[in-house]
């Protein structure tokens, strides 16, 4: 028998399986309330408006062109709804700076192909989304942490990957309720990750996924609009701003897109061409008719869903939770960070709690670059109703408080 291992790639040494991934087969149970999966409410979807759309695409003169081959680029129509959605941010950007893909996840794939040799330094934020750590992880990079609330140096970035024998190629990140966090950056961290950015003459890699989610606050800049801002127009950016249908419309149709200096949209496309061809047309076309008809409104409707969602989870936790823990306030996305005492490892509270309390969550070391923060957990509020937050809580506070009172 072929001896598979001795002859992988170096890089499938640092290809592991997605503990949310694994997590996301205990939503077949029905005994386990799941706060696990960082997924959008089925209930939700544009159900009936896609089924029209694909009827109407398939019934159409368009049903050749639909179900054809394409370009790499991506559909022109969805595109020009996209480059309107970044007009209206602020940014400058025209069809030649937009680049379609199978979500951004694949995205993220495409850019640590494009940007990462083996070695070179990738700045991610501690935590980070597990998925840009998996795509990043596929080229063989180092991390090191981008801290924006410290007072670390561009040159300190500089010289710690120099001294690995390395050099810093880009900061990845979530300005807007970052995954798992849910937290937002201030104005003031978005121009001082600008200007690290600058002096160190790397891209930033801005994941946008859930910026659409907003439920209260103020909003902020993009990365993207801040930097055409700065540079005089997109031509001149360092910014790749990565955008989702996903956590909108649906994540099944694996639909996202690069926003970006053109030089990097034409190796992007190279990269696709390379890879898949194109993402399916078809998809494309009914994403462009469903976002014309009425992205905003489906948008408007997720947000009341989710808000209450989030504000019962809050309410919950500040119910049930025990002394010694705290969680993250956020003002819109999916999610919020739960923070345990010091000495609790969350992987193992994950197996008791399946067990005992039938309550499921992510650990926080998945999102962590080397493997640290066992003392945190992320929770998920999109796909459950306030009453199973309320119960989902006080099992886990109930399960939390014992943890803490075997200890003391």
Known sequence: MLDW???????????????????????????????????????????????????????????????????????????????????ARGINADIGNIFITSGSQ??????????????????????????????????????????????????????????????????YLSADFANPTGECLTPMEREKLLDIADALDIAVIEDAAYRALRYDGER????????????????????????????????????????????????LVLAKQAADLHSPTINQMAVARVAEAGFDAQAEKIIAVYRERRDAMLDSLARHMPDGVSWTRPQGGMFVWVTLPEHIDSAALLKESLKEAKVAFVPGNAFFADGSGKNHLRLSFSCSAPAAIDEGMRRLGALIGSELAAAA
């Open 5 to 87: 291992e001795a002859i992988y790639a170096t890089r499938a040494k640092r290809m592991g399986a997605s503990e949310i991934r694994e997590l996301l087969k205990l939503l077949d149970q029905p005994d386990i309330i799941s706060f696990a999966g960082g997924i959008p409410d089925p209930a939700l979807f544009p159900a009936a408006d896609f089924q029209k759309a694909y009827s109407d695409i398939l019934g159409s003169s368009e049903a050749g062109q639909a179900l054809q081959y394409s370009v790499s680029e991506g559909y022109p129509r969805l595109r020009e709804w996209i480059v309107q959605r970044m007009n």
């Open 220 to 267: 902020q800049q993009t990365l993207l609009a801040m930097d055409c801002a700065r540079s005089g127009g997109i031509e001149n950016t360092r910014t790749l701003y990565c955008g989702s249908f996903s956590k909108t419309l649906s994540p099944g149709l694996r639909v996202g897109w690069v926003c970006a200096a053109r030089p990097v949209i034409r190796r």
């Open 106 to 171: 694949q995205a993220l794939d495409y850019l640590g192909k494009l940007l990462l040799s083996p070695g070179d330094t990738a700045l991610v934020q501690w935590p980070t989304y597990l998925g840009a750590l998996q795509a990043f992880n596929a080229y063989e990079p180092r991390y090191d942490r981008l801290d924006l609330s410290r007072n670390t140096a561009p040159e300190d970035y500089a010289n710690a990957a120099s001294e690995a024998g390395s050099r810093v190629k880009f900061a």
